[in-house]
Structure formats: structure tokens, C-alpha cells
């Protein structure tokens, strides 16, 4: 079972910037769409960015747009979440994982759905932006 590992998170103040990791425990990162997503407290989880692995042309949702960016070296079968500009609302646990990339249309809105399996899923790496 692939497993995916989460890192670069931390405390941070508005404004601020983190780039977050994503690797897996084997395999590579190439054979799959990947999205990032996140959960904040009392909050289902959203996806907020994928990339896709058929020609690396990437999405974002409306609240991360031109402030996130994601990317994939494949050299170090790493995929990474630049986040700039970081706002209080960004705080939360980040996961990355297999998604459908790109976004389904749902109700007029673009989102991003996971397919990981309910046990592939990393610990997550957490979040925070504040003051």
C-alpha cells in the first residue's frame, strides 16, 4: 500500500510563506494526478490544488488562486505547495493525495476529489497562520 508523507508545515505570520513536501513510502509520484488538500477545525476536508500527471498542467480553487502554486520534480519524486501570502484562513492540516485532476464541475463549482484509499492517507503536515 503507497503511502504519502506530508512536510513543510509550521507557524507562520499573515503574510508569510511556507513550501510544503509530498513523497511517498515507495513508488513514484509521476504515475498519479496529486492534489493537495486541507482540513481546518470542524471543517470537512478541501481540495485546493492538483496537478495533473498527463502533461503537469495544474488547478487551483478560488480562495488559493495566484497565491498557492503547485509543482512536481520528478528527479526527487517530490511534489511541493508554494503558499504565499498566507492569510488566517489557510490555517489548517495539509495532506497531499491521488485526486482527479482536473477538477470536477459540482453545482457550478470546480473541486477536487481525493482517490486515496482510507488508508494511504499521510499524517498530514499542520498549518498555521497567525499573528
Known amino acids: 500500500q503507497v503511502q504519502f508523507v506530508e512536510s513543510g508545515g509550521g507557524l507562520v505570520q499573515p503574510g508569510g510563506s511556507l513550501r510544503l513536501s509530498c513523497a511517498t513510502s515507495?513508488?513514484?509520484?509521476?504515475?498519479?494526478?496529486i492534489g493537495w488538500f486541507r482540513q481546518a477545525p470542524g471543517k470537512e476536508r478541501e481540495g485546493v490544488s492538483c496537478?495533473?500527471?498527463?502533461?503537469?498542467?495544474?488547478y487551483y480553487i478560488g480562495s488559493v488562486k495566484g497565491r498557492f502554486t503547485i509543482s512536481r520534480d520528478s528527479a526527487k519524486n517530490t511534489v511541493y505547495l508554494q503558499m504565499n501570502s498566507l492569510k488566517p484562513e489557510d490555517t489548517a492540516v495539509y495532506y497531499c493525495a491521488p485526486s482527479v485532476c482536473p477538477p470536477l464541475v459540482v453545482g457550478g463549482t470546480p473541486r477536487i476529489f481525493d482517490l486515496a484509499d482510507f488508508d494511504s492517507w499521510g499524517q498530514g503536515t499542520q498549518v498555521t497562520v497567525s499573528s
Open positions: 515507495r513508488g513514484t509520484l509521476d504515475a498519479y494526478h
Open positions: 496537478i495533473s500527471s498527463r502533461d503537469g498542467s495544474t
